[in-house]
């Protein structure tokens, strides 16, 4: 039995310079058939000029980009069996959205349109609306009559260019699973850029965490928000705690961390750094994961829990969850979510609580790392 490939995308070796600037480092890179992939990093660290090499809008300044079994890298765009959806929408406004769609059947000859197009628009769900013009219809219409443009082409490769940028959040969120749900229902293999890790989470089956031209983690979403590799990762998606600790011990299938005195254990599966006895290791811990209690009732906390000490510095009540930032010898800003349900009413700043959360929530990073990597970056764009 042969299993179709021709829409697997290969990067071998892929680099682009600007001059004496690198863009892209040597890149090996591959998207197999029928997934969603998302390129995804802050402005500037290359994702946009990978896409554009697969595109063939850019050409490589060393390594191959293939197809399938097909070497596509002096091929020009139109040669190529990909399709690219921008950020503009570039609709054409004299035409209606039907003739938007038929636009590339038409080009290429085809006689009978009305059934192709008609399908398309079915799946992009603005059926109802095939003899407006683009400036009847809302941003998220737009980018639902560009991803069917594209997509009538029958390309083997969608390549997504922030497609939603323009949108507002709430449209945004829906655009994502619409998306995904279109992705699903073709089949095709969709390689999304994007700026915005809950975009990325959301759609993608796959992600690559891109930083200064270098992919620092690919993985599926969960993999990477729960086992980040680097100290980038971890910031780039979500955010972490990071305490500096150094390695006391080995016991069984754990490494256990001295950090301001008191010890942490951290599962060795789940340690990216070496872990060598007096060696220095960053231990990580999300937000969610960790439960605050009032330091006069520390002796509630169960045994076997990571724990550490601090004070209340800061509190915001945000609906679903109130956020804590807490000063801690072991790290002056410790964030705390904590879902609203049975607070206690005791934690306000000024308190002494115990921080505490399963060792199996902990993940170890090398300390040789910047901290402060990839801090505030998503986020703040992503608003
Ligand atoms: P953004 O989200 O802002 O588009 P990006 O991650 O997609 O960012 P790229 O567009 O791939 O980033 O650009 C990567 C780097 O290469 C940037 O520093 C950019 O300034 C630089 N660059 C891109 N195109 C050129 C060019 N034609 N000449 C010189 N430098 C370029």
């Given at each position: ?176 699973l619409e998306l995904k749900r279109i992705q699903t229902e073709v089949g095709i293999t969709f390689v999304h850029v994007t700026h915005d890790q809950e975009e990325a989470m ?182």
């Amino acid at each position: 039995m042969t299993t179709d490939n021709s829409g697997d995308v290969r990067l071998s070796g892929i680099s682009k310079t600007y001059g004496s600037f690198t863009a892209v480092h040597p890149l090996d890179l591959t998207v197999p058939q029928g997934s969603f992939f998302a390129l995804l990093g802050a402005s500037g660290c290359g994702k946009t000029t990978t896409l554009r090499m697969i595109a063939g809008l850019e050409e490589p300044s060393s390594g191959t980009v293939h197809l399938g079994e097909q070497d596509v890298t002096h091929l020009p765009p139109y040669k190529r069996p990909v399709n690219t959806v921008f950020q503009s929408y570039a609709l054409f406004p004299h035409l209606d959205i039907f003739e938007n769609v038929a636009f590339g059947l038409r080009r290429r000859g085809v006689k009978s349109v009305k059934k192709q197009v008609e399908e398309m628009l079915e799946l992009v769900q603005l059926g109802e609306q095939a003899r407006k013009k683009p400036h009847q219809l809302s941003g998220g219409q737009q980018q639902r009559v560009a991803v069917a443009r594209a997509l009538i082409n029958h390309p083997k490769v969608l390549l997504l260019d922030e497609p939603l940028g323009a949108l507002d959040l709430k449209l945004r969120r829906q655009m994502q699973l619409e998306l995904k749900r279109i992705q699903t229902e073709v089949g095709i293999t969709f390689v999304h850029v994007t700026h915005d890790q809950e975009e990325a989470m959301t759609m993608a089956d796959t992600v690559a965490v891109m930083n200064a031209g270098r992919v620092e983690q690919l993985g599926a979403p969960t993999d990477l928000y729960e086992n980040p590799q680097t100290t980038f990762v971890a910031n780039f998606l979500g955010t972490s705690n990071l305490i500096e600790a150094e390695v006391d011990s080995r016991s069984g299938e754990d490494v256990v961390l001295r950090a301001g005195g008191g010890k942490l254990t951290l599962p060795r599966a789940r340690c990216s750094a070496q872990a060598t006895t007096g060696g220095k290791v960053l231990v990580g811990v999300r937000p969610e994961k960790i439960s605050l209690t009032h330091a006069d009732d520390a002796g509630e906390i169960p045994d076997g829990r990571n724990r550490i000490t601090g004070r209340i510095a800061d509190s915001s009540f945000i609906g679903v969850s109130t956020q804590y930032v807490i000063d801690s010898p072991v790290c002056p800003e410790f964030e705390v979510y904590a879902q609203n349900i049975d607070r206690d009413p005791r934690l306000v700043p000024g308190t002494e609580v115990v921080l505490h959360w399963n060792p199996a929530h902990t993940f170890g990073l090398d300390a040789a790392q910047d901290i402060d990597a990839g801090v505030g970056t998503v986020g703040e764009e992503a608003a």
